[in-house]
């Protein structure tokens, strides 16, 4: 009941849900909501008890089942107050979740420490870890390059969101956010090794030639045949059409890449 009057005072105002079932996107009583869903898978899937099948599943329901804005607009954060944080997550499945967020269908948000590990062994609402000595730098230059990606390709954030690659026995999803004049195409990899992954860039509409540059490491990848064949680092990346890469390069070093499976 107080929508209208919030409308008047200001019409751009976002009214955001905690928990809101379908009846209430459906009659238009909130403009988004918190994704809860995806929280909540955040510990079994680094647990490597949750596939990337049934993840697939869950954010195609919860994000594609939904009107767009709506969709574009949820709260979407990998930790919240209401649950232990994902204290013992190998850095590689902390990362592929986290390319999934960043580059998904939603307003990726982070909770607070999320960004450099913030970890205790009780409770949820303690205070941030302000001794930079103890931040977890890598995890943070990971951070600030997929919000860069962020606002520098617009296909993450706007375009198109299909499917390429479901893998549960190598642990792989991948898929592309594209618009009319970029393309982005996740690879989340739940491994804790290299790995190298066929991508079918005919799906894309893209013709050889074609160059894709990862955005955290710089390596650059030509289509050739329909394909590229990069070599992603443990949790994987983004490659973006074209040769622009992350200014936040430090410990994503070219030399880790190598002997892929």
């Known amino acids: 009941k107080m929508r209208p009057f919030l409308r008047k005072i200001n019409p751009e105002i976002l009214m955001l849900s905690e928990y809101s079932m379908y009846f209430s996107v459906d009659k238009g009583v909130w403009d988004s909501r918190w994704n809860l869903e995806f929280v909540r898978l955040a510990t079994e899937y680094m647990q490597g008890k949750f596939p990337e099948s049934s993840l697939w599943y869950k954010i195609n329901y919860e994000m594609m089942n939904l009107p767009r804005n709506f969709a574009l607009c949820q709260y979407t954060s990998i930790s ?141 990848y030509t289509a050739v045949k329909g394909k590229i064949n990069p070599c992603v680092l443990p949790g994987g990346t983004v490659l973006v059409k074209g040769e622009k890469s992350s200014d936040f390069k430090d410990g994503f070093a070219v030399t880790q890449i190598g002997n892929c499976v």
């Open 80 to 220: 919240d107050h209401d649950r232990p944080r994902t204290i013992g997550a190998e850095s590689w499945a902390f990362m592929a979740y986290q390319l999934i967020q960043m580059t998904s269908v939603c307003a990726p948000c982070i909770y607070y420490g999320d960004e450099v590990k913030n970890e205790r062994e009780n409770g949820t609402f303690y205070s941030m870890e302000w001794n930079e000595s103890n931040w977890d730098y890598y995890r943070l230059n990971n951070t600030k390059a997929l919000i860069a990606l962020r606002k520098q390709c617009p296909a993450v954030r706007l375009g198109a969101f299909k499917c390429l690659t479901i893998d549960d026995d190598r642990h792989l999803l991948v898929f592309p956010r594209k618009d009319e004049p970029s393309t982005a195409i996740t690879i989340a990899s739940r491994n804790p090794y290299p790995i190298e992954v066929t991508v079918d860039t005919i799906d894309l509409e893209e013709p050889d030639g074609t160059v894709f540059t990862d955005w955290l490491t710089g390596m650059k």
